[in-house]
């Protein structure tokens, strides 16, 4: 049986490092000419350096996929960031600034591709979301929000384009050992009135993230995800993570935000 990979044109967000990286040689591993739009080059796929929170820039590298290659068949939205503190401390700017890239850069970039999809006859979405879009993390929340948005602008464009043959699909990691660890942004202020409450927080974030799965394991799930006949809305990655996302549904809403607040609040 043919790898339904091979030859597919990949559009791959933040494919320089982590989960994005390990997507994109998984790809090409099996066929496909994988695109790497980042804002740094990519020197292993052809790279486009792109600011996907500059509308223009995208526009730019999506005209120049298509002018390339002709079409763009799968999409993977995976670009992203993190902050931790309070929300109540959290600076304004640093709340728009990762909305900018999490929700609206893939927007964005969804914007410009679902064109040249349609065109082309169809293609697949495969947008990076989190656990944490279904279970909120204290002094992570707007990490979560991000991610929750995310998930459910994923499930609304699932039957919004349908009608085009485009699909698509949500994958949901848990803990995951990559870089975004050391990278996540923290707030300046330390206000007195929460403690250490913050610092304990992050640091069991920090513990979990290191100890977490192998990229690899997420990058799986994604190009399974993009090369399905029919995915589904979404698919959390890590078996634990599974459980723990069903248990919380089966839960009261009461009780599962009181283990999430033992846990890291």
């Known amino acids: 049986?043919?790898?339904?990979?091979?030859?597919?044109?990949?559009?791959?967000?933040?494919?320089?490092?982590?989960?994005?990286?390990?997507?994109?040689?998984?790809?090409?591993?099996?066929?496909?000419?994988?695109?790497?739009?980042?804002?740094?080059?990519?020197?292993?796929?052809?790279?486009?350096?792109?600011?996907?929170?500059?509308?223009?820039?995208?526009?730019?590298?999506?005209?120049?996929?298509?002018?390339?290659?002709?079409?763009?068949?799968?999409?993977?939205?995976?670009?992203?960031?993190?902050?931790?503190?309070?929300?109540?401390?959290?600076?304004?700017?640093?709340?728009?600034?990762?909305?900018?890239?999490?929700?609206?850069?893939?927007?964005?970039?969804?914007?410009?591709?679902?064109?040249?999809?349609?065109?082309?006859?169809?293609?697949?979405?495969?947008?990076?979301?989190?656990?944490?879009?279904?279970?909120?993390?204290?002094?992570?929340s707007f990490y979560s929000a991000t991610k929750a948005a995310l998930s459910s602008l994923s499930a609304a464009m699932r039957n919004e384009l349908a009608p085009f043959g485009i699909k698509v699909t949500a994958v949901l990691p848990g803990d995951v050992k990559t870089d975004f660890t050391a990278s996540r942004e923290k707030n300046a202020s330390d206000n007195p009135a929460y403690g250490d409450r913050v610092k304990r927080s992050v640091a069991v974030m920090e513990r979990d993230e290191r100890g977490g799965m192998s990229p690899d394991v997420i990058a799986r799930l994604i190009v399974k995800g993009a090369t399905e006949k029919n995915p589904p809305v979404s698919r959390i990655g890590g078996w634990k993570y599974v459980l723990l996302v069903r248990l919380a549904h089966m839960l009261p809403a009461r009780l599962t935000s009181y283990i999430l607040g033992k846990m890291y609040a």
Do not use: H
Not at 59 to 70: D, L, Q, T
Not at 97 to 109: D, Q, S, T, Y
Not at 135 to 140: H, K, M, S, T, V
């Open 1 to 140: 049986m043919p790898d339904r990979a091979k030859d597919k044109v990949v559009v791959i967000t933040g494919a320089t490092a982590g989960i994005g990286k390990a997507a994109a040689l998984l790809f090409r591993q099996k066929g496909a000419k994988v695109v790497c739009l980042a804002r740094r080059e990519a020197a292993e796929f052809d790279s486009i350096p792109t600011d996907i929170t500059d509308g223009e820039a995208v526009k730019s590298a999506i005209r120049a996929v298509k002018e390339k290659y002709g079409r763009i068949d799968i999409l993977v939205n995976n670009a992203g960031m993190g902050i931790s503190g309070a929300a109540e401390d959290t600076d304004e700017a640093a709340v728009r600034k990762i909305f900018e890239l999490n929700f609206f850069g893939a927007l964005r970039v969804s914007r410009e591709v679902i064109p040249v999809m349609r065109e082309g006859g169809g293609g697949t979405i495969v947008n990076v979301s989190s656990v944490a879009a279904e279970l909120a993390i204290p002094f992570q």
